[in-house]
Structures are given as C-alpha cells and as structure tokens.
C-alpha cells in the first residue's frame, strides 16, 4: 500500500510538473485610436450570440519568405526561375503541428473541446463559435456592440485582447476583436481612375457605323498622343510588339463589369485587326457576374479600360479575366488569393470574414456555394486595378496577405497593382480625397485632403508585388521612344511614398538611399515615415492619361494609374512570351531584377504628386516615390530579362 501511495504521489507530483505553469496573459492586438467610422452603440449584448471566432495561426517559415523568393527572382541567384509548385509552398509555410496543438490547448484549457474546432485546408485558420462570454474570458476583453454612423450598421468589437504568452507567438490575430467589420469594402476598394468626355456622343451598338464617322473625325495618330492615347501610342512609346503567348490575368470585382458592345466599339475605332465579338476568357470566382443591370461609368469603365488595353497590346493572344465574387456581397483580394491558393483559405469561407466576403452567401440572389478555393491556376502575370488606404485595414491583415503575394512569387507569378490616384493622398468611402488626421494614419481617420498625413496605398506598399504610377506625354511632343514623359498631373496624380507597415525590401536600399541622398524631401514625420527604412512606392510607371476607352457606348478619354497597371503587365507578358519561347521559365517577381537594371527604363524627372495641402514629392533623376524607376523601354527590358537563366 504504502508503495503504490508513494508511486500515486510521485506520478501525481510528475504529471504537475508537466502543466505549463499558468501563463500571463499579454496583450496580443490594441486599437489606438477609435475608429471615426464606428461608435459605441451602448445596446446591451445578447450572451447567447454565437461570435464566429477565427484563430489566424503563425505560418512557419515565413519569416524566410523574403530570401526563398530572392532566391528565385534575384538576377544574381543560381536559382533564378526556378519556381516553387503550390504544393511546396503549402508544405514549406504551414504552421507547425506544435502551433496547432499550442492553440488547441489552450482552447480545451478555457473548456472550448476539439470537437468545436474547424481547420483550413492549409491548416493556417482555426474556427470555432463561441459565446460572448467564452470570448470575453478566452481573450480577457469586453465585447461592445458598435454602429457604423453612416450605415447603421451593428458590429461587434473589442478596444484590445490578450492571449496567455506561451500562445502569442503562435497567433497571428483573432476575428472579431479590434477590426471593424468593413463591410463598406466595395466603396473602399477604389479604381484607379477618373474621366472626362471627349464629346463624341453616346450611341448603342446598332448605331456603331455613326460611331466610327464621329470618333474618326478626331483622327486618333502618332502625332496626337499627347491628347488621345491609344494602343497604337503605347506601342510606339514603350516598344511593345505584338503577341505571340499569353498568360495574362486582369481582375475584375463584381459589380465592375465590360461590356462586349463597348470592346467592339473599341476595336472598331482603334483597333481594327481584332473582330467584332472578340472578349477575353472569363474565369468566375465565386458566383461572379459580369452583370449588365446596370450600367455607368462606375459600373463599366474599370472593365472597359482594362480588358481593351490588355487585349489590344497583347492580341491575338488571349486575355483571361478573373471575373471574382456575386452580386450581393461581391469580394475582396482575398477572395481572390483564395480562389488561385487553398492553402490561404479559412475553413468557413474568406480569408477574414472582417474583411472578405463570405461564402456561400445565403442572401436572396447571392452565390450559395462553398466558396472557391484553389480552383483556379494563377496565369503569369496578374493585374490588378484597385486598391486600399493602408490604413483601411490592420497591419497585420496586410502583412498576412503580402506574405500570400510573396509565396505565388514563388510559385512564379508578376503581381501588379496601380499605385492610386490621388498623389500623396488617399481616397475616402466615397471616392474623396481623403489624408489621416494623425501620425501614421493610425485609426484610419480621414479628414478632407487639404492637410494632415501623407495616406500610402494598399497593396501598393507590399513588397512582394510591383506597384505601377501614372505618367503623361509632355504637351505638344511627339511620341518616340526616347522622349522622356511627366508624372501625371492631368486629372489625377501618381500615387506614391512611404509605407507605415512594411520595411524597405533590401532590393529597394540602394535606390531609396540614393533618393534621399540627392533629394531629401523637406516634410517632416508629421506628413510621413520619413526613416529611411521603410517601403517606397510606386516601383515602376506607365502612361496614364487621355486614354480612349469605349464606355456605355461612347468613346471618352479615362485617366488613372489604372491604364497603367494593365499595360506594364502587358510589357511584362511579352517578356514572358520571349522567355518560355527560348525555354526559360516566366520572370516571376520580377522587383530585384527591375531595381538591378535601372537604364531598363526612362527615367522620369518632372512632375509630382501633389496632396494633402502639399505639393507632393517630385519626380527626379533615379527612383522617386512618383513614378518609380520610370517607364519601361521594352528592347532594353528584354534584354535584361533574356541574359538570365
Ligand atoms: C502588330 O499587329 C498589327 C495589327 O495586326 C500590325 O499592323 C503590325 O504590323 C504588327 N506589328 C508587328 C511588329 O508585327
Ligand atoms: C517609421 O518606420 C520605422 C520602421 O518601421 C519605425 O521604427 C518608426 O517608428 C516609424 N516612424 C514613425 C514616425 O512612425
């Protein structure tokens, strides 16, 4: 007896020893500032409520993202080109059983049992409903029910929470806590772009030979790019030569929509050689609508623009449009990068249900389906026309989905983004101009863009993706290839600076160094980081004035980074066509090699980027946060990119 008491005892005092001592908590993520756009309602929260909780878990590795990826895109590496597959990269960046068994732990320690919990398929998103009071002891926080001013909107949030310290560094965040539900995402994601009529009047496609006779009057040619861009002046400004491949996808979120009608209008006035009817190929993701309910310029001109500029200097290859999210609730990048990776998929649908839209989608007249994960191969070159404020969202969303960006680089995949239009500036919900009322827009409070904080762009400030500005042909020149232009101050203004999340990539130092070494800007950091040691954007530029776009049956002349995201990705996809046609592999990433090869470009040394009651910085010798690099010179590009492996 006494023996077995001795061994009780000892097994006891063995098994105690291997409880974790109780953790102190510590506090994981804070709001700084409240939120302008969300007040406390002060309604009394319902215990029973179920919160959906999603538990985004630390990927391994993926502090070793920025070297694998320069790895195979750096111009000196011995591996360049040499791409990961998908499933490599699902493998490599998974989190750990370690992470997953951390999590569920602690999960089963505060009563919540592992028959709760859901996994995604990458194994990177842990799911589980719990009551308001499971989540307030969970997370040692009080939950309020919040209003959104302008919508009425409830919402439910936390001012910060906490998680035992052992668990920190297996977490990214947690949702619903600190960020706002932001389901005004489809205002806030803004194109690129604005207009101007060009005074040819609107007609229906039966009245297309009136079109003709109208828009020919204006005698589109060489000499006049100035004042009317066309494929024809992009051609002849960047030396683009025709296709012979394609793997090209251009995003479009719903309800964002072409209309076939207008691509023939387009061709008709200024591409003859495509045929009538001739679109791209569509890819919907999910439930996505190329909807024709309704029609304006909001409606259809990002569509129209992008699909008739791509298609025009990429044809006869093929465009593929990645048509993403349905009528109801539409979708956010994230839809998209789960749609072309299911390894960022959550288990229920989204990315982040604070942010992403939600499938299935039981709505009346919405896509009730699983949503798509993974179903689709990312083309080569993918871009993409809209964007954020970064200080729309939390850093660590936006870090979470740069480092998606950074893996399809990996996987050999050229994401480009327009860098905004508002110069140094933001954009509101409703399209304003719009600057941060503190220092590093924190809170995401805007005033009226007259003062206050520079507002840098998102996903323009990731460094994994290549963020495209806005040029302009100088007044009264002609269109040659070596005939530098301006950065755009017709209508809108390149977007460009400094981010307030991501570091500067090591591909980025010497240039950066170089600009404020010659070019020390005078703001302070009242107006932005101005450490040195932070991303700047935009990388590269592209024309994005005065182009002709066929629009709701008329032509009118479009302005924005907008035209100039889809035609250097059209610069990139004949590069590409070169490569796999000598056997190589596609550019990929394609920054280190850009930042390597400077003379690839004419440099732009004039203009700025006006905003927030600034003149903006301006575009000088070498990279600048206006129009980067430069435009591109498409011999010298290829050259570059044809003497590596
Ligand atoms: C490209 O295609 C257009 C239209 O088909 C043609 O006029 C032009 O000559 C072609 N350019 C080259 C370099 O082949
Ligand atoms: C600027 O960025 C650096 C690096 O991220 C950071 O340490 C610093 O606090 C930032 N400065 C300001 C004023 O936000």
């Given amino acids: 007896m006494k023996l077995s008491f001795l061994a009780t005892v000892g097994s006891l005092l063995a098994f105690a020893t291997a409880i974790p001592a109780p953790s102190s908590y510590v506090v994981h993520e804070k709001r700084e500032i409240q939120n302008g756009r969300w007040a406390r309602s002060g309604i009394k929260l319902n215990r029973d409520i179920l919160i959906p909780m999603s538990f985004g878990l630390k990927q391994r590795n993926i502090h070793k993202g920025y070297d694998f990826l320069m790895d195979v895109s750096h111009p000196e590496s011995s591996n360049y080109g040499k791409h990961w597959s998908m499933d490599k990269i699902a493998e490599v960046f998974a989190p750990s059983m370690e992470t997953i068994s951390a999590v569920k732990t602690w999960l089963a320690e505060s009563g919540i049992g592992e028959d709760r919990i859901t996994m995604s398929k990458g194994r990177n998103w842990m799911k589980v409903d719990v009551t308001v009071d499971e989540a307030e002891s969970l997370l040692r926080t009080e939950y309020h029910a919040y209003t959104n001013v302008k919508t009425g909107k409830d919402h439910l949030a936390c001012d910060e929470y906490s998680v035992p310290s052992h668990i920190a560094d297996h977490l990214d965040f947690i949702t619903p806590t600190v960020h706002f539900d932001a389901t005004l995402k489809l205002k806030k994601k803004r194109r690129d772009l604005a207009k101007r009529e060009i005074g040819v009047k609107p007609h229906t496609n039966s009245k297309l030979g009136t079109a003709v006779a109208e828009a020919s009057n204006v005698k589109y040619s060489l000499a006049n790019c100035y004042e009317y861009i066309t494929p024809d002046c992009l051609r002849a400004l960047y030396g683009i030569p025709n296709g012979t491949f394609s793997s090209y996808g251009i995003v479009e979120y719903t309800p964002e929509a072409y209309i076939q009608t207008d691509l023939n209008l387009f061709y008709s006035n200024l591409q003859r050689q495509i045929p009538s009817g001739y679109g791209p190929t569509v890819d919907l993701i999910d439930g996505g609508v190329v909807q024709t309910t309704t029609k304006s310029f909001d409606d259809n001109g990002e569509a129209d623009l992008d699909l008739q500029y791509a298609i025009a200097l990429v044809y006869p290859q093929k465009i593929t449009m990645y048509q993403a999210g349905d009528i109801v609730e539409g979708a956010s990048f994230g839809n998209l990068l789960d749609a072309l990776d299911a390894s960022y998929c959550t288990s229920g649908g989204g990315d982040n249900p604070t942010y992403d839209a939600t499938y299935p989608d039981t709505a009346k007249g919405g896509y009730d389906e699983p949503e798509n994960c993974g179903t689709i191969t990312p083309a080569s070159v993918i871009s993409t026309s809209y964007g954020y404020n970064e200080a729309d969202l939390s850093a660590a969303y936006e870090i979470r989905q740069c480092n998606e960006y950074m893996k399809l680089g990996l996987a050999g995949v050229t994401f480009l983004f327009s860098s905004g239009d508002t110069g140094v500036a933001g954009e509101n919900d409703e399209g304003e101009v719009a600057c941060c009322t503190n220092a590093k827009c924190a809170g995401g409070t805007y005033n009226n863009g007259n003062s206050g904080t520079f507002n840098p762009a998102f996903p323009a400030t990731c460094p994994y993706i290549t963020s495209v500005g806005a040029t302009q042909i100088k007044p009264n020149t002609a269109v040659t290839a070596t005939n530098p232009e301006e950065a755009c101050e017709t209508v809108i203004y390149s977007g460009g600076g400094f981010s307030n999340v991501f570091a500067m990539p090591s591909y980025q130092s010497s240039a950066i160094a ?65 490569r796999v046609a000598a056997g190589k592999a596609v550019v990929g990433f394609i920054n280190p090699t850009l930042y390597a090869n400077p003379s690839a470009f004419t440099d732009i040394v004039s203009g700025g980027n006006q905003g927030c009651g600034t003149a903006g910085f301006t575009a000088v010798t070498g990279w600048d946060p206006v129009t980067g690099l430069g435009t591109p010179i498409y011999e010298n590009l290829l050259s570059v990119f044809m003497a590596l492996a």
Avoid: M, W
């Fill in 514 to 578: 170089t600009y404020f070494a010659n070019h020390k800007p005078t703001y302070t950091s009242t107006q932005y980081n101005n450490s040195e040691t932070v991303r700047g954007y935009p990388d590269v530029a592209a024309n994005g004035a005065n182009y002709v776009v066929a629009v709701d049956g008329s032509l009118q002349l479009v302005y924005g980074t907008s035209c100039s995201a889809p035609v250097f990705g059209s610069v990139i996809n004949q590069i590409n066509q070169q």
